[in-house]
């Protein structure tokens, strides 16, 4: 017997001596960044100085992290540094970053062993017919023994006290990387999961920004608007006057007060539009409707763009896009999800082992011939799965190639985003230069206009053509003017910046 036993202990050590040294073998495909070639610089924007002076243009200079000063604007500056602790978008990203730190936090507790104590108490009454029957001598109450005839059925096996308490460890050695592939898997879904969160961060950034602008955008409007009903209700006292005097006819008089209707009916929607952009702001900041009226409902200029805009090197853009980390974390993950998947075809090793008191009278649960343990290896070696594990290793496989195919879009998008936000910004301040000078004329037209119609010399009609192109191309350079500070906004949100303040890069570990 003691042979046997020396036999069993030979054989359990030979098995851990041949199986731990693979405890540092990591099946599956090792990650690696996605390489990609940056162009030496930006394809839409220019450089270098337009060739007409007023014109802001890119320079490849480091990127402001708080960029919306840049407009010098101290509301607009006000509202976003309020974004990041106020946002509930913003907020909610937090919460499921800390949801994956939990995550990791759990799923790296695999890495050790799990140690738990015990303690029971239990009144046992076997069956008589049971295989205590079948004992020699089967226990009697308080631990007493009493002799019955094994198998024997209808004899009175009494009841017995049981109490127990102990220490039970397993572990898990985690010979094929199993273990450590999880946890760089976790690993790399948190650091996703804190890219969403700057990227959620960076998008409502933009998005006070845009807001604020088409704000101030929606107010000239509206002070284009009145200023113009200003003007079609003189006019429409001088076509009355003449009318009265006998100088013009009626007509003139209708086609005057018609301009004025037609001018005064586009205020209520301007005003509406004023109010539903304030109250989107406030929805940005967490804050119920109206709750920045009082600050926002006094007109103000469109925030002017700078001279220059730094926009830094292509080289840079993959390190400042949260989206671009986001989609190469997500592709970090699904290679180490391979690896667990390849892991779960090979044996799995498990020690076990456990220590503790046992006694039938609790006067005795303390003494030393009480004690009891265990300790041993489980050895767990998949035969038959009906074709499960190859199934999880082709998904697995699947999703890893839909994450590379992800990062690879993620990145090509990024591109063009930038080169259409540079090419907007350049090619609508052009456009604002023709405008302006569009109104200059038009202002020049509606005045030689007036005064050949009070000297006779033209039709009202005339009048109201020019007025009427007046006010069109006001508007157009109104929105023209919204537009290149918000084109501004497209471009630095493409460019990846706004971020750094709040959520700076942490220092991030090596992942094997």
């Not at 949801?99 to 029971?120: G, K, V």
């Not at 950034?205 to 845009?210: C, D, G, I, P």
């Not at 999800?337 to 456990?354: E, H, K, M, Q």
């Not at 265990?374 to 190639?401: D, N, S, W, Y």
């Amino acid at each position: 017997m003691t042979f046997l036993k020396r036999g069993t202990a030979l054989a359990s050590a030979s098995l851990l001596a041949a199986l731990l040294p693979l405890g540092g073998c990591t099946v599956g495909p090792d990650f690696s960044p996605p390489a990609w070639i940056s162009p030496a610089s930006w394809f839409g924007g220019k450089q270098e100085p337009p060739p007409q002076p007023k014109l802001s243009y890119a320079v490849a200079e480091p990127i402001n992290p708080d960029w919306w000063r840049l407009f010098e604007d101290g509301h607009l500056t006000e509202l976003e540094e309020r974004v990041a602790a106020e946002n509930l978008d913003v907020r909610i990203a937090a919460i499921r970053f800390a949801e994956s730190r939990a995550q990791l936090a759990s799923i790296r507790s695999s890495e050790f062993p799990s140690l738990n104590a015990n303690a029971s108490y239990e009144r046992q009454k076997p069956s008589n017919n049971g295989v205590f029957a079948a004992a020699p001598n089967a226990v009697g109450a308080n631990g007493a023994f009493g002799n019955t005839t094994g198998g024997v059925s209808g004899r009175n096996i009494s009841a017995f006290d049981v109490y127990q308490a102990g220490f039970d460890a397993s572990w898990e050695v985690d010979l094929w990387g199993r273990v450590r592939r999880s946890v760089e898997s976790a690993t790399a879904s948190e650091q996703a999961a804190e890219e969403a969160q700057r990227a959620t961060l960076l998008s409502n950034l933009a998005e006070v920004a845009r807001d604020y602008i088409q704000l101030r955008g929606t107010q000239e409007q509206l002070r284009i608007a009145r200023e113009n009903l200003r003007t079609a209700r003189q006019s429409l006292r001088l076509t009355q006057q003449r009318a009265a005097g006998g100088v013009t006819t009626d007509l003139d008089v209708a086609n005057a007060s018609a301009q004025l209707r037609t001018t005064a009916a586009q205020i209520p929607a301007l005003e509406q539009r004023e109010a539903a952009l304030i109250n989107a702001l406030s929805l940005l900041l967490g804050q119920p409707p109206n709750a920045l009226r009082a600050k926002l409902q006094t007109p103000l200029p469109v925030p002017p763009v700078p001279p220059t805009v730094p926009v830094g090197l292509p080289s840079e853009l993959a390190r400042r896009r949260p989206d671009i980390r986001q989609a190469e974390a997500q592709l970090h993950a699904a290679t180490a999800d391979i690896g667990v998947a390849v892991a779960d075809f090979y044996p799995s090793l498990t020690l076990n082992g456990s220590v503790g008191l046992q006694a039938l009278q609790f006067s005795h649960a303390f003494d030393l011939n009480s004690r009891n343990y265990a300790l041993g290896p489980g050895l767990t070696v998949p035969l038959f799965r009906g074709g499960q594990l190859r199934a999880q290793l082709q998904l697995r496989e699947a999703q890893q190639q839909e994450a590379a195919i992800n990062y690879q879009k993620t990145v090509l998008q990024a591109w063009h985003e930038v080169d259409n936000a540079l090419t907007a910004y350049r090619t609508e301040q052009e456009r604002r230069v023709q405008l302006q000078q569009a109104v200059a004329e038009n202002q020049r037209a509606v005045s030689l206009a007036q005064s050949r119609y009070q000297q006779g010399v033209a039709d009202f009609l005339t009048v109201l053509d020019a007025e009427r192109s007046l006010l069109s191309s006001q508007q157009a350079l109104a929105d023209s003017t919204t537009n290149v500070s918000a084109n501004l906004v497209a471009l630095y949100k493409a460019l990846g910046g706004g971020w750094e303040t709040n959520m700076p890069l942490r220092q991030q570990t090596a992942r094997k």
